[in-house]
């Protein structure tokens, strides 16, 4: 059972383009929620997180949206560019006492046309 | 400052050997978790160590063990392996056991043969 659901699977915009990607989860014990950006060939990077007592938070031109009732939250990525072009992952965690995992979403591959 | 570096970057494998994959974590870091990443899908946990300590392991098979050293690298081993063992192992560190955020090395693609 996937506890991190994430979509689309494939994101195609234009530069420009605001690429939103969304993830639904199903425990309400997580915690924390990051979201990690993956090039071929490369381990995945982390973008930016939220915990669940914010609703929003930007870096730079990325932006985390969080609804804590209906469980998901969202990526949104302004003005995109080509370099944006990667696979992104969303994750939870929650603390389990001893320890902290990741729960990962599937990913999205995003590719952003010039 | 140096990131998590992991080696050997690439290595291939026969049905039955074993492997042992390495990872030092970013400096001042205690903590190493291990996952697994099959080709078009998002990692899944396998260890996580601190000070020395199992203090998670995720849904794998004995044939799957790790350590972590007193400098805080860690190794992670696998026996018999299988064709479905081909993956990116990644490594990530982070300040303890319990803070976020973890930094992923850029992991050992393990193909099996």
């Known amino acids: 059972q996937q506890q991190v659901k994430q979509s689309p699977q494939s994101l195609i915009v234009q530069k420009g383009g605001i690429p939103i990607i969304n993830c639904a989860y199903e425990n309400t014990a997580f915690d924390y929620f990051p979201w990690y950006q993956q090039f071929p060939g490369k381990g995945p990077a982390l973008l930016i997180a939220i915990r669940p007592d914010v609703s929003e938070k930007k870096e730079g031109r990325f932006t985390i949206s969080f609804n804590k009732s209906a469980k998901q939250f969202s990526l949104h990525i302004m003005d995109s560019q080509p370099g944006d072009s990667a696979t992104y992952f969303c994750?939870?965690?929650?603390?389990?006492?001893?320890?902290?995992?990741?729960?990962w979403g599937l990913g999205t591959s995003l590719a952003v046309n010039p | 400052d140096a990131g998590v570096t992991q080696s050997p970057t690439h290595l291939i494998k026969t049905r039955g050997q074993h492997v042992t994959l390495r990872c030092s974590p970013i400096s001042g870091h205690k903590s190493v978790s291990w996952y697994q990443q099959v080709l078009g899908q998002g990692p899944q946990f396998i260890f996580q160590y601190y000070e020395k300590e199992e203090r998670g392991r995720g849904n794998f098979p004995d044939r799957f063990s790790a350590r972590q050293f007193p400098n805080y690298s860690s190794e992670l081993n696998v026996n018999a392996l299988l064709l479905g063992d081909s993956a990116l192992y990644l490594c990530?560190?982070?300040?303890?056991?319990?803070?976020?955020?973890?930094?992923f090395g850029d992991g050992t693609r393990l193909s099996i043969l």
């Open positions: 990530a560190s982070s300040l303890d056991q319990r803070n976020q955020p973890q930094h």
């Open positions: 994750a939870a965690s929650r603390n389990a006492g001893n320890n902290r995992k990741l729960i």
